[in-house]
């Protein structure tokens, strides 16, 4: 029996400048400047209208065979600004698989006619549901060996709305509640403590042994640092302490598809970099 440890505390965050570019997830070149202002938030309700989804490029969907279909819905946190773009998005309940990096990308290229309030174009908080229709796809590699991949069938459905009570990450109706400027966006790592939150856990995958460490009943910790990005993703994975016997690489590929949600700054998302430990057991 196989089971995944993490550190408790369970992270270790570690201050990174020089990291930072890798962690900023790219942005359409579209996107237009935020500039030094910072725009209040606001709520859905109360003379507050929500943003609507303009018509987008949609996903080029691939012909071939497809088995294992399944339908799930992924959920965003999501901030339009006055221009209609959505300048902060992360989830709230990912896919947990190689698609969830395409739903961000999505995200950030979605357009919206933007949500007012009193009839003035405002920056505001939206829950983001989008309906997925996916598949497994079956290829071979470029040594041949059969491999598979989740793919998406179907265009995912993108619905917007108020961000239900009992998921709501922000006191929107703070007065207080100012989205950052596009300088404070690309300031860089964060370290937690202070104002800044740490990010927390919202899936795992229990890392596999590999099949010389469970001939050789190896056991041990693999230490891993990575950034978790302003999306809750896991950024540059990078062993930092090793276990050999095939079981970094294994560590490294469960670490890949873990969720958080971010490290929060003035209830902003910040990315963060840490360090999380994998325990290989056997019983």
Same mark, same amino acid.
């Given at each position: ?96 698989? %190689? =698609?969830?990096?395409?739903?961000? &990308? /999505?995200?950030?290229?979605? +357009?919206?006619?933007?949500? !007012?309030?009193? @009839? ?104 891993? %640092? =990575?950034?978790?990005?302003?999306? &809750? /993703?896991?950024?540059?994975? +990078?062993?930092?302490?090793? !276990?050999?016997? @095939? ?37």
């Amino acid at each position: 029996m196989r089971t995944l440890w993490i550190t408790a505390p369970l992270f270790v965050l570690v201050t990174a400048v020089a990291a930072a570019q890798q962690a900023t997830p790219a942005v359409p070149s579209s996107k237009p400047s935020l500039g030094t202002v910072q725009q209040k938030v606001y709520a859905i309700g109360s003379g507050v209208t929500a943003p609507e989804l303009l018509p987008s490029t949609l996903l080029e969907i691939t012909e071939g065979k497809c088995k294992d279909k399944h339908h799930d819905t992924a959920t965003f946190f999501v901030i339009v600004d006055s221009e209609g773009v959505p300048r902060i998005y992360y989830f709230l309940k990912p896919l947990g698989n %190689s =698609l969830d990096n395409t739903l961000i &990308g /999505m995200v950030a290229g979605d +357009r919206f006619k933007p949500g !007012t309030r009193d @009839g003035s174009p405002v920056a505001v908080a939206s829950y983001l549901e989008m309906e997925i229709g996916s598949c497994v796809e079956h290829f071979k590699d470029d040594a041949g060996h059969k491999m598979t991949r989740p793919r998406f069938e179907s265009q995912p459905n993108q619905k917007l709305g108020p961000i239900p009570k009992s998921l709501e990450p922000l006191e929107l109706a703070s007065d207080a509640l100012l989205m950052p400027s596009s300088e404070e966006l690309a300031s860089g790592l964060a370290k937690v403590g202070g104002s800044v939150t740490g990010p927390k856990p919202l899936l795992f995958v229990e890392a596999k042994y590999s099949k010389e460490a469970l001939e050789k009943r190896i056991q041990g910790i693999c230490l891993i %640092s =990575l950034i978790v990005d302003a999306h &809750g /993703m896991p950024v540059n994975p +990078r062993v930092v302490k090793s !276990t050999g016997y @095939g079981l970094d690489e294994k560590a490294i590929d469960a670490v890949s598809f873990y969720r958080f949600h971010p490290a929060m700054k003035r209830d902003m998302p910040v990315p963060v970099m840490i360090t999380v430990e994998v325990n290989f057991r056997l019983y």
